[in-house]
């Protein structure tokens, strides 16, 4: 069981790579694009913190949370998005492809599920006892071929954990423009048992995760989570079209650093800060000192 530092720390790592991403994206130090999950890092901790060395995590376009929540490291991520030999995969990978260890990402929408599919099929076949985890968002529903896995991850009884992040919006489109009826339901049509959290808070999320993670792991059968949770950044860069006061609202009720942050002391607080701070900002200039790149 992790204390609430640790916790934090996990959390605010994640936070700072990305703060730091952002503000050195604009210098043309990462070619390509990039997706950031400012506000949903609870979600990567909160889950993949039960994992075992076997289980496999398969991730989406935002990706970078999960990699740093499942032990990857800054400096080769931060190599990988500057297209360096150093990086996760060589620098060819980039920001929405990564493979390291059981990890793996894709930025094809709807694709991460068949892969967790195929994933856990075979775990099953070779009865290794290990789980997938399948991350995907809202904006994933819209996909066909989401339903055709379900199907068959549900008659088949694989040992999947698909936990959707339901951030309310796909790029600038409000969910509610685009998805009809009750999210969950649409698991629960293939029998998958689902549970729907909406919550930004490590300590409602982690325990939660970890239950249904054994759930999986003893009954090699599916379960699926919806987590409730906010976007507070924009979809890419700068491609934000919410207004200003719904940003602000957002930051004050949702942000999971802010709501963990208050169960620390001030001293261990600022020791976390400091500590994190460091470490990224020398895995960045590491990074950035290493040789090749795609510019």
């Known amino acids: 069981m992790l204390d609430?530092?640790?916790?934090?720390?996990r959390l605010y790592q994640i936070r700072r790579f990305e703060t730091v991403l952002l503000e050195q994206f604009k210098s043309g130090i990462f070619p390509g694009t990039?997706?950031?999950?400012?506000?949903?890092?609870?979600?990567?901790?909160?889950?993949?913190?039960?994992?075992?060395?076997?289980?496999?995590?398969?991730?989406?376009?935002?990706?970078?949370g999960?990699?740093?929540?499942?032990?990857?490291?800054?400096?080769?991520?931060?190599?990988?998005?500057?297209?360096?030999?150093?990086?996760?995969?060589?620098?060819v990978g980039g920001s929405q492809h990564l493979h390291w260890r059981n990890f793996y990402s894709s930025g094809v929408q709807g694709g991460t599920v068949a892969m967790a599919a195929g994933m856990a099929l075979a775990e099953k076949r070779?009865?290794?006892?290990?789980?997938?985890?399948?991350?995907?968002?809202d904006g994933?529903?819209?996909?066909?071929?989401?339903?055709?896995?379900?199907?068959?991850?549900?008659?088949?009884?694989l040992p999947v954990l698909l936990v959707l992040e339901h951030n309310q919006i796909a790029q600038t489109t409000p969910s509610s423009l685009a998805i009809a009826g009750s999210v969950p339901k649409r698991f629960e049509a293939f029998e998958i048992p689902t549970t729907a959290?909406?919550?930004?808070?490590?300590?409602?999320?982690?325990?939660?995760?970890?239950?249904?993670?054994?759930?999986?792991?003893?009954?090699?059968?599916?379960?699926a989570l919806m987590?409730?949770?906010?976007?507070?950044?924009?979809?890419?860069?700068?491609?934000?079209?919410?207004?200003?006061?719904?940003?602000?609202?957002?930051?004050?009720?949702?942000?999971?650093?802010?709501?963990?942050?208050?169960r620390l002391a001030g001293a261990e607080h600022n020791q976390v800060i400091q500590d994190i701070d460091a470490k990224i900002q020398?895995?960045?200039?590491?990074?950035?000192?290493?040789?090749g790149g795609a510019g």
Not at 49 to 60: Q, R, T
Not at 128 to 133: L, P, Y
Not at 212 to 218: D, F, M, S, T, Y
Not at 282 to 288: I, N
């Open 4 to 9: 609430n530092k640790e916790l934090f720390r």
């Open 34 to 64: 990039t997706h950031t999950s400012l506000g949903q890092e609870a979600n990567a901790v909160g889950v993949l913190a039960h994992l075992e060395p076997g289980d496999v995590v398969v991730s989406n376009h935002r990706c970078h």
């Open 66 to 91: 999960h990699f740093l929540a499942y032990g990857g490291d800054p400096q080769a991520l931060f190599a990988e998005l500057m297209g360096k030999p150093s990086g996760v995969c060589g620098g």
């Open 126 to 137: 070779t009865q290794s006892g290990a789980i997938v985890v399948d991350f995907m968002g």
């Open 140 to 157: 994933t529903l819209g996909e066909g071929i989401v339903y055709e896995c379900l199907n068959m991850i549900s008659l088949w009884q």
């Open 197 to 223: 959290l909406d919550s930004s808070d490590i300590l409602d999320i982690y325990p939660l995760a970890e239950t249904l993670i054994e759930q999986v792991r003893n009954e090699s059968a599916p379960r």
């Open 227 to 262: 987590i409730t949770t906010a976007r507070l950044g924009s979809h890419s860069k700068g491609d934000d079209t919410r207004a200003p006061g719904v940003l602000e609202s957002l930051w004050q009720s949702r942000d999971p650093i802010a709501i963990q942050a208050k």
């Open 282 to 291: 020398q895995a960045f200039e590491a990074a950035l000192a290493a040789e």
